[in-house]
Nanobody, 119 residues
Framework: VQLQAFGGGLVQAGGSLRLSCAGS????????MGWYRQPSGKQRELVAS???????TYTDSVKGRFTVSRDNAKNTMYLQMNSLKPEDTAVYYC??????????????WGQGTLVTVSS
């Protein structure tokens, strides 16, 4: 099982980025998925999550600016980030529940992608 997160980069405040998290292997299915971020020197926090049915949650600081979505056919989750602020600067990680048929294999992490927002 491998999750690959990509799409980070350097952007000016007010700009946008779209992160992707792709799960490997068509033999696997993915349950609840989430985006986390970890600013330098701080703890990792949950930014947004999405269930397999599409129900979403967001941390208060990104509500109205970030949108999480998924394409189950592609085993891919997205995070559209608009109106970015310098305080959004962090390494962003994706996490997913992975299943093989009906067996839950566990939660897996992607490798992280750095988002830097300049003021």
């Amino acid at each position: 099982v491998q999750l690959q997160a990509f799409g980070g980069g350097l952007v000016q405040a007010g700009g946008s980025l779209r992160l992707s998290c792709a799960g490997s292997g068509s033999i696997f299915t993915y349950g609840d998925m989430g985006w986390y971020r970890q600013p330098s020197g701080k703890q990792r926090e949950l930014v947004a999550s999405i269930t397999s049915g599409g129900t979403t949650t967001y941390t208060d600081s990104v509500k109205g600016r970030f949108t999480v979505s998924r394409d189950n056919a592609k085993n891919t989750m997205y995070l559209q980030m608009n109106s970015l602020k310098p305080e959004d600067t962090a390494v962003y990680y994706c996490n997913a529940e992975v299943f093989f048929t009906t067996t839950r294999l566990g939660g897996y992490w992607g490798q992280g992608t750095l988002v830097t927002v300049s003021s």
